[in-house]
């Protein structure tokens, strides 16, 4: 069925025994999961067994790229990494950008899938199909960066890609992150799959891109999506500039931008000094993931104050929320070196900002006291904290050892009704957006297969004002279960399956966004998806992970929110007097499961099984 576009090869590495073997990428595979989230989900299902414990060596750690990276479409530069999550215990799927994926796929692989548990410190480096199994034993305990500078100059070559862990997921931290150059496959605790595998990195290189096989056609989809970037009010002329924290001034605007554990959403003075004025002034230099034209990244360099000489890419618009404004803190450089020692120690900025956050709500409410914390002041808008937080958690050592387990499990050890302030859904921490203002965007929070995640089913409708499919009122209920049931499945496929990079779905190709992949994927790989077929893959998956959820003894309950969202309202700003009762969440969860053919527990279905062939 493909005659190109694809590696068209799997790759095994088992680290028990150092072996590793390729495979033929299934034709059924292709025909239905198309690439990236949809083989590794489908692997993941076939290979990884209910009840399996997340950091056991009988879970697997998942790679995959899809049929348009490193094909010269733009911004196709996604991968996709799975494995079961040892922060939610459901499906973990994240996505990262950067070079890696577009270096894994020409060193001749569409997936890699990451097998047993290696007796010692290990690192994988793999060159044009030849795999070597490296020692990693004095790279053990070591940051990022210098864990990728060194694994390239023992290889004798500094344009391998890196993807690596830190001390973080070497210590078995549920939040910790696989991180690829400045990128980060950020959140579910992947990092602590790898580091419960004894994987320090997987160093790639390749140097064969696949091969087109219509040029012709695959140069007028191109241009085609190129033409709706081109056209996009938003994408070049502010989103390049800016990149997400824009998206700060946006909700802040609206009233959704979430404060101090989500107690002080819409107080808009409070973040004034994390919007997108105070971060242009930081920017030191730009970059781009493989093949974007747009470039959206920007490393931000702190040249005065207490945190003088930090820099990272970043923050995004997610990471200056959790280690800036839920944390009530608005002082723009100690975010910076926050978001640069996140990805040093290898941990997920949003989760280890938002447990943060809680555990300093828990301390203005004397549940924890100075006792607890080693003396340390959790109080709200006290950066002076944040660092050393930071290193308690990665390094586990006093309440950090509490924290690093996720905010739903530091909730159950600390007791004491805490679980009332834990901002997470399925034990995933909660992204940026007060959903009490934006109820398609909730939806997906609750029913995602990964937990709290705006990646998921992103509503731009909501937050962008958007209307594709069409218009819609971010405050209203009804229309919201079948809305989710279209943006999730249409981000299922377009963005992590084909996979391109969701900023594209957002702002400028989300009216042709099936179309457009179909013909990008037809004329790379010579296929012959309709629009329609696109879209069923992207059901195709979300059912596929939903039987991979109840599995593992996720059920409708677990589709819900922080108590918070359900009986505090937003007290001030433009979305003021907002909450989602019990019975909002019924009326849209019911209207959902209907839309997906799921029963009324939200189990799919029989025909709808049959209907997917599944
Ligand atoms: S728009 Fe930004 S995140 Fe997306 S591919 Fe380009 S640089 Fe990467």
Redesign the pocket.
């Known amino acids: 069925m493909y005659k190109g576009g694809y590696a068209g090869k799997l790759l095994r590495i088992n680290l028990t025994d150092r072996s590793s073997q390729e495979e033929e990428l299934p034709e059924e595979l292709v025909k239905n999961y198309l690439g990236g989230a949809g083989f590794a989900i489908k692997y993941l299902y076939d290979e990884v067994k209910p009840k399996t414990p997340a950091l056991d060596p009988a879970n697997k750690l998942i790679f995959a790229v899809g049929p348009l990276t490193a094909s010269g479409a733009?911004?196709?530069?996604?991968m996709s990494v799975v494995a079961k999550s040892p922060l939610t215990g459901a499906v973990g799927m994240a996505l990262s950008?950067?070079q890696f994926p577009a270096e894994m796929k020409m060193a001749g692989y569409d997936v890699m899938i990451i097998e047993g548990r290696a007796e010692k410190p290990t690192y994988v480096a793999i060159k044009d199909g030849q795999v070597r199994f490296r020692s990693a034993e004095k790279l053990s305990g070591m940051l990022t960066t210098d864990t990728q500078l060194i694994i390239k100059d023992e290889l004798g070559d500094q344009n391998y890609r890196i993807a690596c862990i830190g001390p973080a997921g070497e210590k078995l931290g549920p939040m910790a992150c696989i991180v690829n150059e400045r990128?980060a496959a950020g959140r579910k605790g992947l990092g602590a799959v790898m580091g419960s595998k004894n994987l320090k990195a997987i160093a790639i290189r390749g140097s064969n891109r696949p091969n087109v096989v219509d040029a012709e056609k695959f140069k007028k989809a191109r241009q085609a999506m190129n033409q709706a970037m081109k056209d996009s009010p938003v994408?070049y002329p502010q989103?390049?500039k800016s990149?997400?924290p824009m998206v700060v001034d946006a909700t802040s605007g609206m009233g959704i931008y979430p404060i101090n554990n989500w107690t002080a959403t819409g107080e808009i003075d409070m973040v004034k000094g994390l919007g997108d004025a105070a971060q242009a002034k930081m920017i030191v230099h730009k970059?781009?993931?493989?093949?974007?034209?747009?470039?959206?990244?920007q490393i931000k360099l702190v040249t005065s104050g207490p945190y003088a000489g930090y820099m990272s890419e970043g923050p995004e618009y997610e990471t200056t929320y959790s280690l800036g404004s839920t944390l009530g803190i608005d002082y723009l450089p100690a975010v910076i070196a926050a978001d640069r020692l996140c990805d040093e120690y290898g941990i997920d900025t949003m989760s280890a900002g938002v447990v943060i956050g809680f555990a300093m709500e828990l301390y203005e409410k004397g549940i924890v006291t100075k006792k607890d914390t080693d003396g340390l002041e959790l109080k709200f808008g006290n950066h002076g904290i944040l660092l050393e937080m930071l290193r308690k958690i990665t390094y586990r050592e006093g309440i950090g050892d509490i924290l690093s387990q996720g905010t739903r499990k530091a909730a159950e050890i600390i007791g004491k009704g805490s679980e009332d302030y834990a901002m997470h859904v399925k034990g995933l921490e909660l992204p940026a957006y007060d959903v009490r203002g934006a109820k398609a965007h909730g939806l997906n929070y609750a029913t995602a297969y990964t937990g709290a995640d705006h990646n998921r089913g992103y509503a731009f409708q909501e937050i962008f004002d958007i209307p594709v499919p069409e218009q819609v009122d971010r405050m209203a209920i009804e229309g919201k279960g079948r809305l989710t049931k279209w943006n999730q499945d249409v981000r299922s496929v377009t963005c992590d399956c084909a996979p391109?990079?969701?900023?594209?779905l957002d702002m400028a190709v989300p009216g042709i966004a099936c179309r457009n992949t179909a013909d990008l994927v037809n004329a790379a790989a010579g296929t012959d998806f309709t629009p329609e077929d696109i879209e069923k893959i992207g059901e195709r998956l979300n059912n596929l992970a939903r039987l991979f959820n109840i599995g593992e003894g996720f059920t409708r309950k677990d589709d819900t929110f922080p108590k918070r969202l359900m009986t505090e309202a937003i007290k001030a700003g433009p979305s003021q007097g907002q909450l989602i009762s019990q019975a909002d969440l019924d009326a849209m969860l019911d209207e959902y499961y209907d839309a997906r053919g799921w029963d009324k527990d939200g189990n799919p279905g029989e025909a709808k099984l049959k209907e997917l062939g599944i």
Do not use: E, I, K, Q
Not at 287 to 297: N, Q, R, T
Not at 500 to 504: D, E, G, K, P, R
């Open positions: 733009a911004c196709a530069s996604r950008g950067g990128r994408l989103f390049s990149g997400t970059a781009h993931c493989h093949d974007c034209p747009v470039g959206c990244s391109m990079c969701a900023f594209l």
